[in-house]
């Protein structure tokens, strides 16, 4: 059975294949969680340029995961 999808259908299965991303409802990822999918040099990178924002909890250090995916998304260009 063969389907057709869109550009931009596949643009997106390619990038949650990329991040190891399944449909989960998670709005916040530990600080571990994070640097383990994205890259910790991506998340401090982000978190620097102010792109995602670190929520400080008793025990650990918590993301927005739509902060992280958003971030992800750009592509980043290097000079």
Do not use: C
Not at 18 to 47: C, D, L, T
């Amino acid at each position: 059975m063969l389907v057709d999808i869109t550009p931009a259908q596949l643009h997106y299965l390619r990038f949650l294949e990329a991040h190891k991303i399944k449909e989960e409802p998670m709005v916040y990822v530990s600080q571990n969680k994070a640097f383990q999918r994205f890259g910790r040099a991506n998340v401090e990178r982000w978190r620097e340029q102010g792109k995602v924002r670190a929520f400080q909890r008793p025990q650990m250090v918590e993301y927005m995961m739509n902060e992280l995916l958003k971030a992800a998304e750009n592509q980043q260009d290097y000079f």
